[in-house]
């Protein structure tokens, strides 16, 4: 399966913008780039899902460049609450979810 | 409330005994998955299923087995169970276009094996 490698973990201050980049070099053409965040004890929430260029909802933006091998992640004005572990997985419509360690993010006062 | 129901929310048991994990899925999604996210081994695939086939196996031992029903809930039977089967259990579920919607997770079973 591909994998996908982010850095594991992350610190940043309220009101700044977070960009979490991960790798992923094997990815296949029917790979989906897939993020998800994590709250401790909970289970984990979809953010953003995109196939390429550039995806935006109401929470995050996903950047992904022409060769697809890496995607950026990028939340706006993170706030105490945005501290989290985030996923960054290969998704396709049959496969199932693989995760990986995720990167911390440490959001400070 | 993300729609994924698991039951029961904690479990505490001795070792050597059996449980059952519950999982609802969001209403009309009919695949269900399992995972087991432990400290030390993150979140782990165990077991899919669809419609009530299983579709895919992961890192599931064979103590445990796990079956979705003709209403589409699963369980997930932990047996003979032993210290490091400590952990939380996550059920997820998704519809048939998976790529627009992604995967719901429930709020886990936090099973803690004494």
């Known amino acids: 399966l591909a994998k996908t490698t982010q850095p594991i973990s992350m610190d940043s201050y309220e009101g700044q913008e977070v960009n979490i980049t991960c790798s992923h070099n094997n990815i296949a053409t029917n790979d989906y780039i897939t993020w998800y965040q994590q709250f401790p004890s909970q289970g984990p929430r979809f953010i953003i899902q995109?196939?390429?260029t550039k995806v935006t909802n109401e929470v995050a933006s996903l950047f992904i460049p022409a060769d697809r091998k890496s995607s950026t992640l990028s939340l706006p004005r993170v706030s105490l609450s945005d501290t989290a572990v985030y996923y960054c997985?290969?998704?396709?419509?049959?496969?199932?979810?693989?995760f990986g360690q995720g990167t911390t993010l440490q959001v400070k006062p | 409330d993300s729609g994924v129901t698991q039951t029961p929310k904690h479990l505490i048991t001795a070792t050597g005994q059996r449980v059952t994990l519950r999982c609802s899925p969001r209403s009309g999604d009919l695949s269900v998955y399992w995972y087991q996210q432990s400290l030390d081994q993150g979140l782990q695939f165990l077991i899919q299923y669809y419609n009530g086939e299983e579709r895919a196996k992961g890192n599931i031992l064979e103590r445990f087995s796990a079956q979705q029903f003709p209403d589409l809930h699963s369980e997930l039977n932990l047996s003979s169970l032993e210290l490091g089967d400590s952990a939380l259990y996550f059920c997820?579920?998704?519809?048939?276009?998976?790529?627009?919607?992604?995967?719901?997770f429930g709020s886990g079973t936090r099973l803690t094996v004494v």
């Open positions: 997985l290969l998704s396709s419509n049959t496969g199932k979810l693989i």
């Open positions: 995109g196939y390429k």
């Open positions: 997820a579920s998704s519809p048939r276009d998976r790529l627009r919607y992604g995967y719901t």
